[in-house]
């Protein structure tokens, strides 16, 4: 590099071999660093790099550089000047903003040959960013204002691409997510959303409180205060006429009535007897034509029955006076399948032997109260029932089987008094039984177990007219609160003489069935003697 020499002068003699003075003129963009290369067709070459720091002729922006020919050069150089964004230790470094190459120049002996170069980049704002050059960091794309050049920190809320990257505000990747201003006084919290050119500032529309109705609260564009001000035309309201629907707002603030209230069919029920009523619904009857006709429950979670009386759509066609049978889940139903005698435990909710009974754990047995301190009963819902063989009850609470299907009972069910064992339900909530008296050492015979419904017998008189034990008393014929048979009381004597020992209550067992029941073998709940 030792051929070329930076001039800080214009009468510098010239060598022997000739040389070429390389003028360099900027703008109002200085640049950081000037590189001048030289080259001759046979490959010799000389450079040199001038940082802005060693410019001398500032005041007219020129750079002067003498390239020396050397003697074993060709007489014609071609030059290559270049403009670069940075200095690294004393030399030119960074990217290069322009480059201006020359055709060969010749250069006479002990005379100058001369090559002029201007720089078109450009810094009018003085910011550091020029333009009229294409490079890596990006020309300045306003340079009239210092604040729009390459690296400039985006403002997300702006209409303006203050970074010179082509993309405005929001759509800068910069801004995803920042808080920003979209102009508009009537929204809170804008936030830029979306990415890349669909992106934009999004605020969400500020909540003015209303009186009611067809006023609501506005928020004023100008101001951004809320008032109150009459909802849009269209807009739905409630008038005070309960009987009709599609009321709206009528822009002025006022509610109008719409149609009246129409009066639809309704499964279950006969046509509507009656107009809308106050609380806005028609007068419907119950049609007993379709009581038992298959409709869909209310919660739509289950397909039911057009129930007696009310004509709800139910699971069963009646209501039951003790559970409701709407309030088992259908995921709970199904067939109750036995394969023999099989035995339920209503205390312990067990069947014996469990083997006899299919997926017995998905029989959802459950305890019910009953009112008046009775005893609680046990709910046994099913699907239907396909019974192999016997079933007796027993336990102290009695049983309802709900059955919502077909019940086909082909099979007995007992829940019978057996001696002095009650059956489901009985010898409960019962009055103590008394005895006729006694007789010397002589034994009186035990009363027979009562039924549900039904009295015991007394029990037979002993010898030499020992007293004999009472009846088990009769409960009352109802459903609810449903109890078993009482227990017969003991016959009378006394030791070494032993009395009869009374016989044990009879079950209580209700069979409740949404459908057809079919009952060809013996239901029994008889007590015991």
């Known amino acids: 590099m030792g051929c070329v020499v930076l001039l800080g002068a214009c009468g510098e003699k010239a060598p022997e071999e000739g040389a070429l003075r390389v003028s360099v003129k900027y703008g109002s963009f200085k640049p950081a660093c000037v590189r001048v290369e030289v080259q001759d067709t046979k490959g010799h070459t000389g450079a040199t790099d001038i940082p802005a720091s060693q410019f001398q002729k500032r005041e007219t922006q020129e750079v002067l550089v003498a390239v020396l020919r050397k003697a074993e050069w060709e007489r014609a150089l071609s030059v290559t000047v270049s403009s670069l964004a940075s200095v690294k230790e004393g030399r030119c470094d960074g990217a290069v903003l322009e480059r201006n190459a020359s055709q060969p120049i010749p250069v006479p002996p002990k005379a100058f040959a001369r090559h002029d170069v201007t720089l078109v980049a450009v810094d009018e704002d003085g910011d550091g960013s020029p333009v009229n050059v294409q490079w890596a960091e990006g020309s300045d794309c306003n340079d009239d204002d210092p604040s729009f050049r390459p690296g400039a920190e985006e403002a ?105 209230t129409p009066c639809p069919e309704q499964k279950c029920f006969l046509p509507a007897t009656s107009g809308c009523t106050g609380n806005n619904s028609c007068s419907y009857a119950p049609d007993p034509a379709q009581v038992g006709d298959v409709c869909l429950t209310s919660s739509g979670a289950r397909a039911g029955l057009c129930r007696k009386g009310d004509g709800v759509c139910s699971a069963f066609p009646y209501r039951p006076s003790n559970f409701d049978p709407d309030a088992v889940d259908p995921a709970d139903l199904v067939t109750l399948r036995t394969a023999g005698t099989v035995t339920f435990n209503s205390d312990t909710l067990k069947w014996d032997p469990e083997s006899s009974v299919t997926d017995p754990n998905l029989i959802k047995a459950r305890a019910l109260p009953q009112s008046g301190g009775a005893p609680a009963l046990v709910l046994i819902p099913v699907n239907s029932v396909v019974l192999g063989g016997t079933l007796t009850l027993e336990g102290s609470r009695p049983v309802i089987l709900a059955v919502y299907g077909d019940a086909v009972l082909d099979q007995s069910i007992l829940a019978r008094g057996r001696a002095d064992v009650p059956g489901a339900g009985g010898n409960q909530a019962c009055a103590p039984s008394t005895l006729n008296g006694s007789f010397g050492n002589k034994e009186g015979g035990g009363g027979g177990g009562g039924g549900n419904g039904t009295a015991g017998a007394e029990g037979g008189l002993g010898f030499s007219g020992a007293a004999q034990g009472q009846a088990g008393a009769a409960r009352a014929n109802t459903l609810q609160p449903l109890l078993g048979g009482c227990a017969g009381g003991d016959g009378g004597g006394v030791a070494p003489a032993i009395p009869g020992k009374g016989g044990a209550g009879g079950g209580a067992i209700q069979i409740s069935v949404a459908r057809e029941l079919t009952v060809s073998k013996v239901i029994s709940t008889s007590g015991g003697g």
């Open 156 to 260: 997300c809320g702006g209409t303006v691409d203050l970074n010179c990257n082509g993309l405005k505000g929001c759509q800068d990747s910069s801004c995803r997510e920042a808080a920003c201003d979209d102009g508009n006084l009537c929204t809170d919290n804008d936030r830029c959303e979306g990415s890349g050119v669909e992106a934009k500032c999004v605020g969400a529309a500020r909540q003015c409180s209303a009186a009611a109705g067809c006023i609501v609260g506005v928020c004023n564009q100008s101001t951004g205060a809320c008032s109150e001000g009459p909802a849009q035309a269209g807009t739905s309201c409630v008038d005070a006429n309960a009987c009709t629907v599609g009321d709206t707002c009528n822009g002025s603030g006022a509610c109008v009535s719409g149609t009246p």
